[in-house]
């Protein structure tokens, strides 16, 4: 069992950065492939950045260049560095861990996961 917690959510306007992380606890990150996810209200939950087990990285098309996903297996937290955000990223933003033992793959699906964190609020003014 693993119990994910975010934590780094908040407000800041458009242009602006902020940096996410979910620590674990009760297994080793390392072990997991780790993705975050976003849901805006009246939205389905989306896919938006991944890092494998052995450390290849993801990204939904429409953060790419702008956001991007670490591991500190050491601290056993992942990151989710956010820069240039706009409005259109507010969104309650999850943490999730992947049990697949495959050493690149990164899943991009929901149900591909099997543990979550409760999740943090980003808000982008305009």
């Known amino acids: 069992q693993v119990q994910l917690v975010e934590s780094g959510g908040g407000l800041v306007q458009a242009g602006g950065s902020l940096r996410l992380s979910c620590a674990a606890s009760?297994?080793?990150?390392?072990?997991?492939?780790m993705g975050w996810f976003r849901q805006a209200p009246g939205k389905e939950r989306e896919f938006v950045a991944g890092?494998?087990?052995?450390?290849?990285?993801r990204y939904t098309d429409s953060v790419k260049g702008r956001f991007t996903i670490s591991r500190d297996n050491a601290k056993n937290t992942v990151y989710l560095q956010m820069n240039s955000l706009k409005p259109e990223d507010t969104a309650v933003y999850y943490c999730?861990?992947?049990?697949?033992?495959?050493?690149?793959?990164?899943?991009?699906?929901?149900?591909?996961?099997?543990?979550w964190g409760q999740g943090t609020q980003v808000t982008v003014s305009s």
């Open positions: 999730a861990a992947d049990r697949d033992v495959a050493p690149v793959i990164v899943h991009t699906a929901t149900h591909q996961y099997d543990y």
């Open positions: 890092i494998s087990r052995s450390g290849s990285r």
């Open positions: 009760g297994r080793t990150l390392s072990n997991y492939i």
